[in-house]
């Protein structure tokens, strides 16, 4: 059974604050419960502003005041049947407990962080241009080999920092391009199966590809060079700080944790974490013989 999905949160400050002044305002009762102004407040602090235009008709208006009644009469219902006093809502509540705690840490740390800016955006973009072109001829390498177990051992090389090339010396079961380390030359636009077109096109200057199964192997490709029209900062201003971003922020998640690694004794029991996955992964998937 799905759960029935409130639109709690779908609903406008602006509406709010309309009604009374009065912080513990009760703008719906039921039974026992009641929904204060201050509890909405709480819940509304993150509603995007075209969730708010919605709600702001008379539509949105109805569909609230109804999905409220819902969540607080199942709300009663649910204390009414003592839920609260299981062991599994005890259980359930300790989880929540714990997610909403290293959400609010991380919120709390990530204040700390300096904000990317347009500037860094535009010297990233000024120190990569060659990242920031869209292609009309990609110059392609490739890696034939035979088995998965090959293919993980060139992404394990590759990983390291080892030349490609080198790489395709050594590994690569094509002949003809094997001796010029994988290079297969520049391809523009409908020269390649649309497979590999797709992928090659894809792929930045430097980029490695995921293996492509084919008949005769398993293929992996690098774009060694790309011909094109450069790309405007304008154009991509917006995304290249959002990526900066993400990537300033998984640099600091990464080192945060290592610290808290160092600060706080952590110890595990890889017999006993071996054992439960064994059972839960393995022994869980056996049914029993009824007939015994």
Same mark, same amino acid.
């Given at each position: 059974?799905?759960?029935?999905?409130?639109?709690i949160?779908?609903?406008?400050?602006?509406?709010? +604050?309309?009604?009374?002044?009065?912080?513990?305002?009760?703008?719906?009762?039921?039974?026992?419960?009641?929904?204060?102004?201050?509890?909405?407040?709480?819940?509304?602090?993150?509603?995007?502003?075209?969730?708010?235009? +919605?709600?702001a008709?008379?539509e949105g208006i109805?569909?609230?005041?109804?999905?409220?009644?819902?969540?607080?009469?199942? &709300?009663?219902?649910?204390?009414?049947?003592?839920?609260?006093?299981?062991?599994?809502?005890?259980?359930?509540?300790?989880?929540?407990?714990?997610?909403?705690l290293?959400?609010?840490?991380?919120?709390?740390?990530?204040?700390?962080?300096q904000q990317?800016?347009?500037?860094?955006?535009?010297?990233? &973009?000024?120190?990569?241009?060659?990242?920031?072109?869209?292609?009309?001829?990609?110059?392609?390498?490739?890696?034939?080999?035979?088995?998965?177990?090959?293919?993980?051992?060139? &992404?394990?090389?590759?990983?390291?920092?080892? !030349?490609?090339?080198?790489?395709a010396?050594?590994?690569?079961?094509?002949?003809?391009?094997k001796?010029?380390?994988? !290079?297969?030359?520049?391809?523009?636009?409908?020269?390649?199966?649309?497979?590999?077109?797709?992928?090659? +096109?894809?792929?930045?200057k430097?980029?490695?590809?995921m293996?492509?199964?084919?008949?005769d192997?398993? &293929?992996?490709?690098?774009?060694?060079?790309?011909?094109g029209?450069p790309?405007?900062?304008?154009?991509?201003?917006?995304?290249?700080?959002e990526?900066?971003?993400?990537?300033?922020q998984?640099?600091?998640?990464?080192?945060y944790?290592? !610290?808290?690694?160092?600060?706080?004794?952590?110890?595990?029991?890889?017999?006993?974490?071996?054992?439960?996955?064994?059972?839960?992964l393995?022994?869980?998937?056996?049914?029993?013989?009824?007939?015994?």
């Open positions: 059974m799905k759960f029935i999905k409130f639109f949160f779908l609903f406008t400050i602006t509406l709010i +604050f309309a009604c009374s002044q009065s912080k513990d305002e009760v703008i719906l009762k039921a039974g026992s419960s009641t929904l204060t102004k201050k509890d909405l407040q709480e819940d509304l602090k993150t509603l995007p502003p075209q969730t708010k235009a +919605f709600l008709s008379p109805n569909r609230l005041k109804d999905e409220l009644i819902k969540r607080e009469v199942l &709300y009663e219902e649910a204390k009414k049947k003592e839920l609260a006093k299981s062991e599994e809502f005890k259980r359930r509540l300790e989880e929540f407990k714990k997610i909403t290293i959400n609010m840490l991380l919120e709390q740390e990530l204040k700390n962080i990317v800016t347009e500037k860094d955006a535009k010297d990233y &973009y000024e120190k990569n241009k060659d990242q920031f072109i869209k292609p009309t001829e990609v110059r392609l390498s490739q890696i034939v080999v035979k088995s998965e177990d090959d293919a993980k051992k060139v &992404y394990e090389r590759v990983d390291k920092g080892e !030349d490609f090339a080198k790489i010396k050594e590994l690569s079961k094509d002949d003809k391009t001796a010029s380390g994988g !290079d297969m030359g520049f391809f523009k636009k409908g020269q390649l199966e649309s497979q590999i077109e797709n992928l090659a +096109f894809s792929l930045k430097g980029q490695v590809s293996p492509v199964n084919r008949k192997g398993l &293929y992996i490709f690098k774009v060694t060079d790309v011909k029209t790309i405007e900062f304008e154009q991509i201003k917006q995304q290249l700080i990526q900066l971003k993400a990537k300033k998984q640099d600091w998640f990464n080192s944790i290592e !610290d808290l690694k160092k600060k706080h004794k952590v110890e595990i029991n890889e017999k006993i974490l071996q054992e439960m996955l064994s059972q839960a393995i022994g869980g998937n056996k049914t029993g013989d009824s007939t015994k």
